[in-house]
Each structure stands twice: as structure tokens, then as C-alpha cells.
């Protein structure tokens, strides 16, 4: 029989995320830092609304585009929060996730052939999304010693004559590390010398503890017309599961992304989208408390990290911390699975995020304090042990 598969599909490699988690689903007593999903309920009146549309009958297909109303508050959203503005009928998208419109601005920009430079260690989909969409991927190998952040210099050495595409993954995951304005604007300039584009990943955007306000590439001179910006609601407002996320951009890259959305997905969810209505328009205090806690829960895995003698650079954005565990000798995963096997406790191998994340481990703290507690009395006396 002829083979079925695509060589492209077949050489993906599958989610190391996903690999642990489905583990740990077949084990007791387990505390999992290794899910980046936020523990908090969806903000209540984001429920009543999604409720009340069901009662409603509130069921049918939007615009493929999005609810207008939805794009509306957006974009006011935007220019509250991070001093953008966009038009909301032609520059910018709803999706189903943020994760549909990394896919799609890579199939509406790419042609075969075409390099896209991205960052490592990073979220796991920009790599495979490339290829599926035949680009071909150029990492750029980020250092602890540069705090995870793209320098200038990184950034030049990897051009070539076939960039098209840089991805800006701040703030990162796994990292959890920030770009704040002045290295934005080092990074401008060479896109805008060297004229290739941005997909900026800000899904983060409202996980940020500098003191500042996180800042959008897109924001700075000549770069909002040279910017795909994605976001969405997951992580803001924990809503995982409610699978909503956006893209805004030049006009003529948005209508092409959402020709691509229009046959593959049609829209996204109905009651989804009014209910992310209420998100923007109601729930910026219940998304402050939310970015305190975990920016408490940060400052304890410091702390913790601290008095076990566990080397880790301070992250200010995002929920992970990157704690460093080369000295151990063994590789992520080798300690990741021990860590599992002898104390119970999930984290996910720096490896899944890129070959330059290998000698770390991702921890997430989107979860409560105690697990955090138990979770690190834990790792504490794993650690010891290997020391002895």
C-alpha cells in the first residue's frame, strides 16, 4: 500500500509538553508543575455571559473574521492597554487560540523556501507551523547570561538573503523572560534595515512584573505596518478552554490569513467570542488580582530556588521559571523523569523547548501556593539527594 503520510507530518516531532503530561495522567499523587494553564476559574461574569448567550440561542456562525463587536473591543483594548491602534474591519482577526493564528500568518506569508528566525528555547509550535508550512526554520540559540533575551547581535548574525520572518516570543515561554522597550527598539531597527517582518507572541503580554507596562514591538516606529501581532485570552483570563485568540496587522496580511481561516475553520466559537466581549470590558481588576498572585508565586519559587541552592535567573513575565540543573550532570529529561519517578513532582525538560534548553527545566506556577510548597519540599529533597 502506498504510504498515507506526509513526510512533512511525519518528521514533526510530537509535543514534549504533552509527552509528561499524558504520563502523569496514569500516576498517583502527583503534583504537576508542568501545564501552562491558569488555575483560577474564568472570571464570573465571563461565564454568566457565555451562559446567557446559550439560554439566548445565541448559537450560529459570526463573520469569519470575528463578531465585529468583539473586533471593536479588541482594538479599544489595545489602545488601553499597550498605546496601539488598529482598525477593527481590516487589520484585525479572531481566532480559535493564538496557536491558529501562528499558523495561519505562516501560511499567508510564507513561500517555499523562505527562512523564519526564531528564538529558542520557545513555545513549541513555531518550529513545526514553519515547516508545515513549508519555511524553513532558523533558531537563534538565546543565553541565560543575556537573561533568555534576542540581542541585536543574535539577530544580525542569523539573517540571510531568504529572512522573511522573525518570531518575537516575549514575554517568553519557558522562560519567562522579558524584552522591554530599549531591546525592542535594537531589534527594530534591524528589521527595518534589513526589511523583513514580525510575528510578535504577546499572549503573555498581561503576565508581566517589571513595574512597567509590557511594550509591543508594533508600537515602535515603522513597525506596525511590518507586525503581525497574536494574542488572546487564555493566560489573561484563564479561558484554556474556551479556545479564543486574535491577530491584528497591515490590512493585506489579515485578509489574507483570513481567506486561509475561512476555509479551514469558518469562525471561531459563537459564545466564546461574546463572552470575551465581557473579558475586555469588564475584567481588568479581576485580571490584576490574577497577575499579583502569580507574581507572589513567582517571588516564592525565587525564594525557594534560593535557599536550595538552585540557580535560576529572575524571569519577569509569562508564569515559568527556567531553574538551571546542569550540575547534576544528566540531561532534562533525565532528571525530569527521576524527579517524577522518586518525589511525584511533574516539570517538563528545558529539551521541549529547543536543543539550547537542554540542561534546564520548565516549572510552571500557575497553580496554588500549596502546591507550590509541596512541590518544592520535594524537588528540595530530590536535590539534596543527588548532591550527596
Known sequence: MRNPIAEKARVIRPSGIRKFFDIVSEMDDVVSLGVGEPDFDTPWAVRDEGIYTLERGKTFYTSNAGLKELREEICKYLKRRFELEYDPIHETLVTVGGSEAIDLAFRAMLNPGDEVLIPEPCYVSYVPCAELADGVPVIINLKEENQFRLTKQELLDAITDKTKILVLPFPNNPTGAVMERKDLEEIAQVVREKDIF???????????????????????????????????????????????????????????????????????????????????????????????????????????????????????????????????????????????????????????????????????????????????????????????
Request: hydrophobic share 40%; net charge negative.
Open 198 to 388: 514580525v510575528v510578535s507572541d504577546e499572549i503573555y503580554a498581561e503576565l508581566t512584573f517589571t513595574g512597567e507596562n509590557h511594550v509591543s514591538i508594533a508600537s515602535l516606529p515603522g513597525m506596525k505596518e511590518r507586525t503581525i501581532l497574536i494574542s488572546g485570552f487564555s493566560k489573561s483570563h484563564a479561558m484554556t478552554g474556551w479556545r479564543l485568540g486574535y491577530c491584528c496587522g497591515p490590512a493585506e496580511i489579515i485578509h489574507e490569513m483570513t481567506k486561509i481561516h475561512q476555509f479551514a475553520i469558518m469562525c471561531a466559537p459563537t459564545n466564546s467570542q461574546y463572552a470575551a466581549v465581557t473579558a475586555l470590558r469588564d475584567c481588568d481588576g479581576e485580571v490584576a488580582k490574577m497577575r499579583e498572585a502569580y507574581n507572589q508565586r513567582r517571588r516564592y519559587l525565587m525564594h525557594a530556588f534560593k535557599e536550595m541552592g538552585l540557580p535560576c535567573f529572575e524571569p519577569f513575565g509569562a508564569f515559568y521559571v527556567f531553574p538551571c540543573i546542569k550540575e547534576f550532570g544528566m540531561t532534562s529529561e533525565e532528571f525530569a523523569s527521576r524527579l517524577l519517578e522518586e518525589e511525584r513532582v511533574a516539570v517538563v525538560p528545558g529539551d521541549a523547548f529547543g536543543a539550547c534548553g537542554e540542561g534546564y527545566v520548565r516549572i510552571s506556577y500557575a497553580y496554588s501556593l500549596e502546591a507550590l510548597k509541596r512541590a518544592l519540599d520535594r524537588l528540595g529533597d530530590f536535590v539534596g539527594r543527588l548532591r550527596r
